[in-house]
């Protein structure tokens, strides 16, 4: 991790795709400077002042050369956007079939968490070859994570999930750096990748204290937080069944309709108000200041957990 | 061809008097009306800004000379990088070439006496003081460590410095900047000399057009930003606070959406100096004159249209990064025609190598290298991985001190001998833009292989690898540091003892050498009539011209 290199690891799927545009987009550019550099030279040393050269009719300027020089690169420029954005296209989707991490930033650590309930501070542990999908969220101001060894990197903001996924394809230990500016110890909000053979990843995930997952917690915060009380299958109340809801529609008491997505599953726990479902009441509090970022996840995980499971008929 | 006693005859003896400099009291300059003297005026101003911005770099770099820093606080370091930030953009680069230069120039290469509304041009000096006035006193206070950017919900409700102050000392800078602004385009429009058409104007007046335009549709929003942040400090009003539902992100949209603007604001009028510096040095027209003036105008237009790459991994939308990426490569188009057409004006010249010269060749080397990293960056998937690292310090060093501050030295060398009457010294002056070529490669191109190696920006300490990268860019600070104090001395040095200029040291084709140096109060004895387009050189018959007087 602490070697001299002038080239960063390539130690993910992503990094070679990242790294072969860099290449041909550095070769654009020694192309260009060629183009206008060599002339520049030439020009100022055979025209130099006092030299004997040709000045005579000199040209003061010719469209079809303007439209050449200005079409060039517009089509050059277009191949490289659309080469870039493919590649972005992928890396901003999160695939399917991936190993879930939670991660919250705060000033001035990375808190980790993942499915199988262990957590970390400043370290993430994952098996190489598998895609492993971190869902994000800062408990303050605007932080991001960066693996330069995966050349991938995506701002965690507050009030708002991010996600950020990569497969590692080296083992060994990597840097993560916070490259969104975020008070006086931004630059200590370090912290690195352990890449591990999956049998010392299954070994390492049962060492240690030994957690309940994140399912196991968000269900008994459920119960403990009172969410069971009108939630439940059994309640009393009329508050909508979580069974079967995520990733579904939700039809809305203002006639839209939403899907229920983590970010909707975050918003109904902390501004009950914002979406109300139709059929019914406002009357949910908010749990705004009375969960942690980490706690309000949890109780999301069980939700989607539960959401896999048939709506029971009422 | 010249003879040198011609030269000797126009260059020699005293200069016209009385001139714009001839009154020195206080009272004389702090109510000047005269553009030239409110020119002067910005040029102190300014180069106060830039010497405070600068110290605080230098300190960066030395902190930076080992991994674990020592010399300070990362507090300390923290203020000095937003100082450097906040100072360099808003106090010196913004008003650099536009206020001193364009302030002094632009009336001459219009044929008229002055400005469209002097007073109101006074106004902005005074203005830009009052704000100057609130940065400093937000320095004095203790310093603000948002970074210049004032990214929330950091600056709104988690920093303990003095961002208030400094929020309005940019805020009221601001109005300085509208005001120059409108009043370059009232003055183009409206007072250009009889037979001046707009395809007859110097290619430095179509990009402080062009910036002033951006001026005053862009800085506004600024300011609107500027005091949503101040609300929301002072009232917690929620705009972009996610705990009272407002959206830290949005606050990203509204700042680039001034800032990106402000980037060309930051380098058109550097390129509008340097159309000049070619042709006068290959004493000859300028190679697709308009294609290089309507570049200037496409890039006004589309410089409004890419805010969002400064966003790609913010958050936004997946479909706007799309956007917003194909047309940063569109917008690199028109800068990439600039860039060719003063490559085809040196064909067929006759190429004189004096300091303003040099500066201008190095602003293209310059200049090209950081467009070209540009691309790099409007690139989504390369983005992701350097953006918000040492690369794009090293990118936008490149075009902002590269690039502008290039330009701004080697106009600030051509209009000397204009501003005092005298010239500076050839020599000192070469030598000076060689050091600041040199000095400036060696501190930023080491910056790019750090930024991919995945060094983060705003790093008050950093992995030990590193180390490398960050003493050779300590080493070419100290350089480029000698290269700006060079011309500081030699400047001063012939204000009083340089060498009588004459009129038009340069046999410059503008109306602004057609006039005594240093000017008289109203510019012109008669207003010039224009008969032909600019740069009407011969490079033919100058092919053996000796500028005698460098």
Same mark, same amino acid.
């Given at each position: 991790?602490?070697?001299?290199?002038?080239?960063?690891?390539?130690?993910?799927?992503?990094?070679?795709?990242?790294?072969?545009?860099?290449?041909?987009?550095?070769?654009?550019?020694?192309?260009?400077?060629?183009?206008?550099?060599?002339?520049?030279?030439?020009?100022?040393?055979?025209?130099?002042?006092?030299?004997?050269?040709?000045?005579?009719?000199?040209?003061?300027?010719?469209?079809?050369?303007?439209?050449?020089?200005?079409?060039?690169?517009?089509?050059?420029?277009?191949?490289?956007?659309?080469?870039?954005?493919?590649?972005?296209?992928?890396?901003?989707?999160?695939?399917?079939?991936?190993?879930?991490?939670?991660?919250?930033?705060?000033?001035?650590?990375?808190?980790?968490?993942?499915?199988?309930?262990?957590?970390?501070?400043?370290?993430?542990?994952?098996?190489?070859?598998?895609?492993?999908?971190?869902?994000?969220?800062?408990?303050?101001?605007?932080?991001?994570?960066?693996?330069?060894?995966?050349?991938?990197?995506?701002?965690?903001?507050?009030?708002?999930?991010?996600?950020?996924?990569?497969?590692?394809?080296?083992?060994?230990?990597?840097?993560?750096?916070?490259?969104?500016?975020?008070?006086?110890?931004?630059?200590?909000?370090?912290?690195?990748?352990?890449?591990?053979?999956?049998?010392?990843?299954?070994?390492?995930?049962?060492?240690?204290?030994?957690?309940?997952?994140?399912?196991?917690?968000?269900?008994?915060?459920?119960?403990?937080?009172?969410?069971?009380?009108?939630?439940?299958?059994?309640?009393?109340?009329?508050?909508?069944?979580?069974?079967?809801?995520?990733?579904?529609?939700?039809?809305?008491?203002?006639?839209?309709?939403?899907?229920?997505?983590?970010?909707?599953?975050?918003?109904?726990?902390?501004?009950?108000?914002?979406?109300?479902?139709?059929?019914?009441?406002?009357?949910?509090?908010?749990?705004?200041?009375?969960?942690?970022?980490?706690?309000?996840?949890?109780?999301?995980?069980?939700?989607?957990?539960?959401?896999?499971?048939?709506?029971?008929?009422? | 061809?010249?003879?040198?006693?011609?030269?000797?005859?126009?260059?020699?003896?005293?200069?016209?008097?009385?001139?714009?400099?001839?009154?020195?009291?206080?009272?004389?300059?702090?109510?000047?009306?005269?553009?030239?003297?409110?020119?002067?005026?910005?040029?102190?101003?300014?180069?106060?800004?830039?010497?405070?911005?600068?110290?605080?770099?230098?300190?960066?770099?030395?902190?930076?000379?080992?991994?674990?820093?020592?010399?300070?606080?990362?507090?300390?370091?923290?203020?000095?990088?937003?100082?450097?930030?906040?100072?360099?953009?808003?106090?010196?680069?913004?008003?650099?070439?536009?206020?001193?230069?364009?302030?002094?120039?632009?009336?001459?290469?219009?044929?008229?006496?002055?400005?469209?509304? !002097?007073?109101?041009?006074?106004?902005?000096?005074?203005?830009?003081?009052?704000?100057?006035?609130?940065?400093?006193?937000?320095?004095?206070?203790?310093?603000?460590?948002?970074?210049?950017?004032?990214?929330?919900?950091?600056?709104?409700?988690?920093?303990?410095?003095?961002?208030?102050?400094?929020?309005?000392?940019?805020?009221?800078?601001?109005?300085?900047?509208?005001?120059?602004?409108?009043?370059?385009?009232?003055?183009?429009?409206?007072?250009?000399?009889?037979?001046?058409?707009?395809?007859?104007?110097?290619?430095?007046?179509?990009?402080?057009?062009?910036?002033?335009?951006?001026?005053?549709?862009?800085?506004?929003?600024?300011?609107?930003?500027?005091?949503?942040?101040?609300?929301?400090?002072?009232?917690?009003?929620?705009?972009?606070? !996610?705990?009272?539902?407002?959206?830290?992100?949005?606050?990203?949209?509204?700042?680039?959406?001034?800032?990106?603007?402000?980037?060309?604001?930051?380098?058109?009028?550097?390129?509008?100096?340097?159309?000049?510096?070619?042709?006068?040095?290959?004493?000859?027209?300028?190679?697709?004159?308009?294609?290089?003036?309507?570049?200037?105008?496409?890039?006004?237009?589309?410089?409004?249209?890419?805010?969002?790459?400064?966003?790609?991994?913010?958050?936004?939308?997946?479909?706007?990064?799309?956007?917003?990426?194909?047309?940063?490569?569109?917008?690199?188009?028109?800068?990439?025609?600039?860039?060719?057409?003063?490559?085809?004006?040196?064909?067929?010249?006759?190429?004189?190598?004096?300091?303003?010269?040099?500066?201008?060749?190095?602003?293209?080397?310059?200049?090209?290298?950081?467009?070209?990293?540009?691309?790099?960056?409007?690139?989504?998937?390369?983005?992701?991985?350097?953006?918000?690292?040492?690369?794009?310090?090293?990118?936008?060093?490149?075009?902002?001190?590269?690039?502008?501050?290039?330009?701004?030295?080697?106009?600030?060398?051509?209009?000397?001998?204009?501003?005092?009457?005298?010239?500076?010294?050839?020599?000192?002056?070469?030598?000076?833009?060689?050091?600041?070529?040199?000095?400036?490669?060696?501190?930023?191109?080491?910056?790019?292989?750090?930024?991919?190696?995945?060094?983060?920006?705003?790093?008050?300490?950093?992995?030990?690898?590193?180390?490398?990268?960050?003493?050779?860019?300590?080493?070419?600070?100290?350089?480029?540091?000698?290269?700006?104090?060079?011309?500081?001395?030699?400047?001063?040095?012939?204000?009083?003892?340089?060498?009588?200029?004459?009129?038009?040291?340069?046999?410059?084709?503008?109306?602004?050498?057609?006039?005594?140096?240093?000017?008289?109060?109203?510019?012109?004895?008669?207003?010039?009539?224009?008969?032909?387009?600019?740069?009407?050189?011969?490079?033919?018959?100058?092919?053996?011209?000796?500028?005698?007087?460098?």
């Amino acid at each position: 991790m602490d070697q001299f290199h002038l080239f960063p690891p390539q130690a993910s799927s992503t990094a070679y795709g990242v790294d072969t545009l860099f290449f041909v987009l550095t070769l654009i550019s020694l192309f260009f400077i060629a183009v206008v550099f060599l002339p520049i030279l030439f020009f100022c040393i055979k025209y130099r002042r006092g030299s004997s050269a040709d000045r005579s009719n000199p040209s003061n300027g010719s469209n079809a050369v303007e439209v050449g020089w200005t079409t060039l690169p517009m089509l050059m420029g277009l191949a490289l956007f659309s080469w870039g954005a493919v590649d972005y296209f992928r890396l901003e989707r999160r695939p399917g079939n991936a190993i879930d991490v939670e991660v919250v930033g705060k000033q001035w650590m990375w808190k980790v968490q993942h499915a199988e309930g262990k957590r970390e501070i400043n370290e993430l542990h994952v098996p190489i070859n598998r895609t492993v999908a971190l869902t994000m969220i800062s408990q303050d101001v605007i932080h991001s994570f960066f693996v330069p060894a995966f050349r991938v990197k995506q701002d965690v903001v507050p009030g708002k999930y991010t996600s950020e996924w990569f497969k590692p394809t080296r083992t060994g230990e990597y840097h993560i750096f916070c490259s969104q500016y975020c008070g006086t110890q931004h630059a200590r909000m370090i912290g690195r990748v352990v890449v591990m053979q999956p049998q010392a990843y299954e070994n390492w995930l049962k060492t240690g204290e030994q957690t309940e997952s994140i399912v196991r917690a968000g269900e008994r915060l459920f119960h403990d937080r009172g969410c069971s009380g009108c939630h439940a299958v059994n309640s009393q109340f009329h508050a909508p069944l979580l069974q079967g809801l995520y990733r579904n529609p939700v039809p809305l008491a203002n006639g839209t309709v939403v899907t229920a997505d983590d970010q909707y599953l975050r918003d109904s726990i902390l501004q009950p108000a914002k979406q109300i479902t139709a059929g019914y009441d406002n009357i949910m509090p908010s749990f705004s200041g009375h969960l942690s970022e980490q706690e309000i996840m949890q109780l999301i995980a069980y939700v989607k957990a539960i959401g896999q499971q048939e709506p029971p008929p009422r | 061809m010249i003879s040198a006693t011609e030269i000797d005859i126009q260059t020699g003896g005293e200069f016209a008097r009385p001139n714009y400099l001839s009154e020195h009291s206080v009272r004389s300059w702090l109510l000047t009306t005269d553009h030239k003297r409110i020119g002067i005026l910005y040029l102190f101003t300014i180069l106060f800004f830039f010497a405070i911005a600068s110290v605080a770099a230098a300190l960066m770099r030395i902190e930076l000379l080992y991994p674990t820093g020592g010399l300070m606080t990362s507090e300390t370091y923290n203020k000095l990088f937003t100082i450097h930030g906040t100072l360099m953009v808003w106090f010196f680069l913004i008003p650099s070439i536009p206020a001193v230069l364009g302030n002094f120039v632009l009336p001459m290469m219009l044929g008229a006496r002055d400005v469209a509304f !002097p007073k109101l041009n006074l106004t902005s000096w005074y203005l830009f003081v009052l704000g100057g006035a609130f940065a400093t006193w937000s320095l004095i206070r203790g310093g603000v460590d948002t970074g210049w950017t004032f990214y929330t919900p950091y600056s709104t409700t988690y920093a303990n410095s003095h961002v208030i102050s400094m929020a309005a000392g940019v805020f009221v800078a601001g109005f300085a900047t509208i005001i120059t602004g409108i009043n370059f385009i009232v003055t183009t429009h409206k007072m250009r000399a009889p037979g001046l058409t707009w395809f007859r104007l110097p290619l430095f007046v179509w990009s402080l057009y062009a910036t002033s335009l951006m001026m005053v549709l862009a800085t506004p929003v600024l300011a609107m930003t500027l005091g949503l942040i101040s609300l929301e400090r002072i009232w917690g009003v929620g705009i972009f606070d !996610p705990n009272l539902g407002g959206d830290p992100i949005l606050f990203q949209h509204m700042f680039w959406f001034y800032s990106h603007p402000a980037v060309y604001i930051m380098i058109l009028p550097g390129m509008g100096v340097v159309s000049e510096l070619i042709a006068c040095f290959s004493r000859k027209r300028v190679y697709g004159y308009g294609w290089v003036a309507c570049a200037s105008m496409a890039i006004a237009i589309l410089g409004f249209l890419v805010w969002g790459h400064h966003m790609f991994v913010s958050s936004q939308s997946v479909y706007a990064g799309m956007i917003f990426s194909a047309l940063s490569f569109l917008v690199a188009v028109p800068s990439g025609v600039k860039v060719f057409n003063w490559t085809a004006t040196l064909r067929k010249g006759s190429i004189h190598f004096a300091t303003p010269m040099l500066y201008a060749l190095g602003f293209i080397g310059l200049f090209v290298i950081g467009g070209l990293t540009g691309l790099f960056l409007a690139t989504l998937s390369v983005d992701v991985h350097v953006h918000d690292t040492y690369f794009i310090i090293a990118h936008f060093h490149y075009i902002m001190v590269g690039g502008m501050v290039t330009g701004f030295m080697g106009g600030l060398h051509y209009w000397w001998p204009k501003i005092t009457g005298r010239l500076y010294p050839e020599l000192w002056g070469k030598l000076a833009a060689l050091a600041t070529f040199l000095g400036f490669n060696l501190t930023f191109f080491p910056l790019f292989v750090l930024g991919y190696l995945g060094q983060p920006r705003r790093y008050h300490v950093y992995p030990p690898e590193f180390q490398v990268f960050h003493v050779l860019s300590t080493a070419g600070a100290s350089i480029l540091g000698v290269g700006y104090v060079m011309p500081l001395i030699y400047f001063i040095w012939s204000a009083k003892h340089g060498r009588v200029a004459g009129p038009n040291p340069w046999r410059a084709t503008g109306l602004e050498w057609q006039t005594s140096s240093p000017p008289p109060t109203h510019n012109f004895k008669v207003t010039p009539v224009v008969t032909s387009d600019p740069y009407n050189y011969s490079p033919e018959k100058d092919a053996d011209l000796d500028l005698a007087s460098i």
